[in-house]
């Protein structure tokens, strides 16, 4: 199959050629290339396949609101050939038996499913989960991610094992005893809401322990879904003194504020919550200087129900996948090479996953693809999202920038916006 | 132009509360009639839809909704289905599926009559949601004061006590300065929002300084448990600071007023002696509630002729 008249943008730059793709790798990229079973891309991007460093893809668990499946689905029409599925299913992935599970789901996906190990049992905070016998079977990341690791002697102990397995421990960072009780960003809209809020400091005071344990421990760390501009300050500074650190933004954190909360529409309750018009600034930069090394979704489905209740009952939580690089393409000011590096080798480089995602397009590199027509506007319809779930905080919202077509090792699971299988 | 709910007084403006409270004028002389009754909602049906806990605002509702003439259901939790775990939405639309003209809507969490509206076609008032707002209680002490010091145009009026969690302060903080009242806020710093950005107020923590300066002083029901939640050492040191003691009521000039929504807790927010001052009105709010409830339910249901012209 080839690719015909596009451009092709990857770590190494952007140039104009045509890509071949046979027995699931590319075989050839160059001018003029010819073959009997050709894609016309001209005005397209090929690129990498986008790699999702947070996907909360319900499966064992809570299948009504997405399965691997499913959300594989959602994941290759966003333009993404892989994903990593976060542990706080139900049962927690906290054990070997449990990866093998999700990762056997995963064969029949859409896109390449790796997973995320529970770094304590349970996600319980309280004893450390089987980190060894979880990285024997290639689990690269380790994160509590729905809670951060309140004990600080634990998480100490937990990056000086993990750093002898070349493993990362991701950090869901909120200060338990401090955000207690509440359901949004605390300030302004929360005081005039009347809605109990999680003050930004939560986050904070967890990024600023876990940099210092860092630094104590020489473990690297990873930051999930930072919100708020002091984490981003937090972050680029250490970052700047050499520390082993690397955080993701989520598209809703430099796409919209807590004034949504104002419609009290629960599709606006997602954790960490959403900030102010500061805050989206100050991701919206860290993303640009590279404070943040990726934009991960934090695509978490809920079913319908789950989320038809007052704010304060509902859970937390919006999709993603299917809208990340449209948002990223429309809200950001960032020329589009610098997109894809947010959104598929700065993140495979995090997952591990360097040599099969988000590695340049050249001969013989796995053809893990997407296209992507970056002039392209639609509006997001939550009725025709892939996604078994319908949280979308973006309905009707009109978005730049569409992926035409991915390719999972060659195969083309995507084709002109429609899922193959 | 009638609005279609009240779920916020920030929906209502100057107008739309001034509006309802000449409207209300009628509604109090209707009360005081030998037959307190008219035919206005003749055939219509309103529900009492009421998650916590409440004697005054269920009862003031109902009585006003009878006093139209409407029919009134009443749906208590505790002996419904949501014991069997229906869902709120589902509950909404079995009620309305009765055919129901207006719900009124008390709940803990904020912003429930907002989601119910959307839900509904039926008029939906808001009869206090967690720490939002309370509308028809700022409406009833706005017609209360008007009543006393006959307009709230820069009159100066204390707040007192806990904010942060009081869905009545957060509507009078709206209605009483829409209609040009001067509104400062007292309390510990941990019973004020966390931010005022936004709020036509001052703020302070020292009732003794504000007190002389006022025309009325509305105090706040201050809940047993915030001294559980590191929010008050003890109820003692609040009453010490922030209580209408017998001796701070000496500070008020002669004509201030003293207000509250009820229930008190007397002895702690107010002394029971200045509970009983002729300067007092908060029986007087509550005999107001049921006027001000009938003039909030004929704007949203009733046939269109203006009463108050």
Redesign the interface.
């Given at each position: 199959m080839l690719l015909k008249g596009g451009t092709v943008i990857d770590a190494t730059g952007s140039r104009q050629a045509d890509v071949l793709i046979e027995h699931g790798r590319v075989a050839a990229v160059g001018d003029g290339l010819e073959h009997r079973t050709t894609i016309d891309v001209a005005g397209c991007v090929v690129a990498p396949g986008l790699v999702d460093l947070h996907t909360h893809l319900r499966e064992p668990g809570r299948e009504e609101a997405e399965t691997v499946e499913s959300g594989s689905r959602a994941a290759a029409i966003g333009g993404y050939t892989a994903v990593v599925a976060m542990p706080n299913t139900e049962p927690a992935i906290d054990n070997a038996g449990i990866v093998r599970h999700v990762l056997d789901l995963g064969l029949r996906a859409l896109c390449d499913v790796r997973v995320a190990g529970a770094i304590t049992v349970g996600r319980k905070g309280e004893q450390l989960a089987p980190l060894g016998e979880m990285a024997a079977l290639g689990v690269r990341l380790f994160t509590d991610d729905g809670n951060g690791v309140q004990d600080s002697r634990l998480m100490r102990r937990a990056l000086e094992y993990a750093s002898a397995l070349g493993v990362t421990l991701a950090q869901h960072c909120e200060d338990e005893a401090l955000a207690k009780g509440g359901h949004m960003n605390?300030?302004?809209w929360?005081?005039?809401?009347?809605?109990?809020?999680v003050?930004a400091e939560a986050e904070e005071l967890m990024v600023m322990r876990d940099i210092t344990l860092s630094r104590l421990t020489g473990a690297p760390v990873h930051f999930l879904h930072l919100s708020t501009a002091g984490s981003v300050a937090m972050v680029g500074a250490a970052k700047q003194q050499g520390l082993p650190i690397t955080a993701e933004a989520a598209p809703h954190h430099f796409a919209l504020t807590d004034a949504e909360v104002a419609?009290?529409?629960t599709v606006f309750k997602v954790n960490p919550p959403l900030r102010t018009e500061a805050d989206v600034a100050a991701v919206r930069a860290g993303l640009r200087n590279g404070a943040i090394d990726a934009i991960a979704t934090d695509h978490a489905p809920h079913a319908l129900?789950a989320k038809?209740?007052?704010?304060?009952?509902a859970p937390p939580g919006m999709l993603g996948l299917e809208t990340a690089l449209a948002l990223a393409l429309t809200e950001l000011d960032l020329p589009i090479e610098q997109v894809l590096a947010l959104l598929s080798w700065q993140p495979a480089r995090i997952a591990g996953l360097t040599g099969e995602h988000g590695g340049p397009v050249v001969e013989g590199a796995p053809a893990n693809l997407t296209v992507i027509d970056p002039a392209a506007t639609w509006v997001v319809e939550p009725e025709r999202l892939a996604s078994r779930s319908r949280n979308t905080p973006y309905a009707g919202r009109k978005l730049t920038g569409r992926v035409r077509h991915t390719f999972l090792r060659g195969e083309p699971v995507v084709l002109d916006g429609e899922a193959q299988r | 132009m009638s609005p279609r709910h009240l779920l916020s007084i920030s929906d209502l403006g100057a107008d739309g509360i001034d509006g309802i409270l000449r409207l209300t004028d009628n509604f109090v002389e209707v009360s005081s009639r030998q037959i307190p009754k008219v035919p206005a909602l003749q055939g219509k049906t309103v529900v009492s839809l009421f998650y916590e806990d409440s004697t005054r605002t269920r009862l003031s509702f109902e009585t006003a909704a009878k006093r139209l003439s409407a029919d009134t259901m009443n749906f208590s939790v505790s002996t419904s289905s949501v014991k069997k775990g229906e869902s709120l939405r589902d509950t909404v639309e079995t009620i309305e599926a009765m055919g129901i003209d207006a719900v009124v809507v008390r709940h803990g969490s904020a912003g429930v009559p907002q989601q119910i509206a959307t839900w509904v076609d039926a008029a939906v008032i808001n009869a206090g949601d967690g720490w939002h707002e309370h509308p028809t209680q700022a409406l009833l002490d706005c017609y209360t004061i008007r009543q006393r010091l006959g307009s709230l145009e820069g009159k100066r009026i204390a707040i007192v006590g806990d904010v942060k969690h009081s869905r009545v302060a957060r509507s009078d903080v709206l209605a009483f300065t829409a209609l040009g009242a001067e509104v400062t806020l007292v309390a510990p710093p941990t019973l004020l929002p966390p931010s005022l950005e936004g709020w036509p107020v001052e703020a302070t923590t020292d009732l003794d300084s504000v007190l002389p300066k006022v025309d009325v002083v509305y105090l706040l029901r201050m809940q047993k448990e915030r001294q559980h939640e590191a929010l008050l050492p003890s109820l003692r040191e609040y009453t010490a600071h922030w209580g209408l003691t017998r001796d701070r009521a000496r500070l008020l000039a002669d004509d201030a007023i003293v207000m509250h929504p009820g229930p008190m807790n007397r002895g702690v927010e107010i002394a029971a002696e200045v509970a009983n001052l002729p300067n007092a009105v908060i029986t007087q709010q509550v005999a107001n509630g049921v006027a001000v409830r009938m003039a909030v339910l004929y704007l949203l249901l009733g046939s269109g002729v203006d009463l108050a012209a």
């Open positions: 605390e300030g302004e929360s005081s005039r809401l009347g809605i109990p809020g003050p419609s009290y529409d129900e038809d209740q007052p704010f304060d009952q | -």
